[in-house]
T-cell receptor, first 113, second 108 residues
Framework: NAGVTQTPKFQVLKTGQSMTLQCAQD?????MYWYRQDPGMGLRLIYY???????DKGEVPNGYNVSRLNKREFSLRLESAAPSQTSVYFC????????????FGDGTRLSIL | QKEVEQNSGPLSVPEGAIASLNCTYS??????FFWYRQYSGKSPELIMS????GDKEDGRFTAQLNKASQYVSLLIRDSQPSDSATYLC????????FGKGTRLHILP
């Protein structure tokens, strides 16, 4: 049982390049999330999907787009990467959006040069 | 602006002692509270969930919730070097808010 799987684990991009971070969960969870974690800033929510077919902005959505492809998969896209987007990105899922604990993937370490 | 506050630490505790981690939150209406442990370079992992006032115990871990005073704490009994990590407090109801974490260092 893999839980939450993120790909890739590491990526280096040049400013202006685009890329998509992939996330899949096999726990039949309804809700999925994307966070970024920066030193001294803690975990910050970028976007979330409360249920299949819905997406909503979190605290820091600018520069990102998301797609809830199906119940299992939730992707995060950087259309034009900027150095300020250098961070560790975590995908998480939970049974429901509210009042439920979240289960995290291993993270993607992204560097933008 | 809803907030979750934690002392950043580091909190140094001798091996075998009780480690006490505290968290305060600003929204009096918050209902669900979580503690996550995060080792350096790893992802957060859930340790405890607590929804009602009082104590909840799971092995060496006890979560304590006091809604009137708007704080939630995590006690780790018989601290081990493997408990050295950053501990994140989170609220997840109408908004999802994580504290910035407390770094815990267990001294052998």
């Amino acid at each position: 049982n893999a839980g939450v799987t993120q790909t890739p684990k590491f990526q280096v991009l040049k400013t202006g390049q685009s890329m998509t971070l992939q996330c899949a969960q096999d726990m039949n969870h309804n809700s999925m999330y994307w966070y970024r974690q920066d030193p001294g800033m803690g975990l910050r929510l970028i976007y979330y999907s409360a249920s299949e077919g819905t997406t909503d902005k979190g605290e820091v959505p600018n520069g990102y787009n998301v797609s809830r492809l199906n119940k299992r998969e939730f992707s995060l896209r950087l259309e034009s990467a900027a150095p300020s987007q250098t961070s560790v990105y975590f995908c998480a899922s939970s049974v429901e959006r509210v009042n439920q604990p979240q289960h995290f993937g291993d993270g993607t370490r992204l560097s933008i040069l | 602006q809803k907030e979750v506050e934690q002392n950043s630490g580091p909190l140094s505790v001798p091996e075998g002692a009780i480690a006490s981690l505290n968290c305060t939150y600003s929204d009096r209406g918050s209902q669900s509270f979580f503690w996550y442990r995060q080792y350096s370079g790893k992802s957060p992992e859930l340790i405890m969930s607590i929804y009602s006032n009082g104590d909840k115990e799971d092995g060496r871990f006890t979560a304590q919730l006091n809604k009137a005073s708007q704080y939630v704490s995590l006690l780790i009994r018989d601290s081990q070097p493997s408990d050295s990590a950053t501990y994140l407090c989170a609220v997840n109801d109408d908004k999802i808010i994580f504290g910035k974490g407390t770094r815990l260092h267990i001294l052998p």
